[in-house]
């Protein structure tokens, strides 16, 4: 990936972050019919940031795939269901950090069904109100790239609509 999230070359998932190749990545806030948010804890052995609490559900983006396609499969995966709507696009950034380096795509999913995540990605989880979530972003240790990504999806939804001024 370049700094305009064009593809200039492909490798394997390893080599990306032994590298700090630049790739892509999804990022899926999912819902619950209450309007909760599925929060978890990453098993301690993730390649990254392992054992650490993120309020979204998501992953890389495979060769040939697009970000459309991986959202809904990156949540359907990792909520452990099948049949999810397809999950709305929301924004985009690119995640920056020494030696790494990703393209996230952001999304949101309703999930009405009842989620049963992989045991190998998913330590602990639970949907949380937004008050209930807001407590615990100085509690707990979260994965840096989704807890800018919801930093971020708090002010893009602060910002008023670009045709408001």
Known sequence: ???????????PRGEVYARGLRHRCVFILARDAAGRVFVHRRTEHKLVFPGLYDMFVGGVVGAGESYEEAALREAEEELGVSGLPAPTPLFAFCFERPGKSWWCHVYEVRCDLPVDPQVEEVAWHAFLTEEELAVRLDEWEWVPDGAEAYERLLAWRAAPPADAG
């Not at 990936?1 to 490798?11: H, T």
Request: a negative charge.
């Open 1 to 11: 990936m370049d700094e305009r999230d064009q593809v200039v070359g492909q490798a």
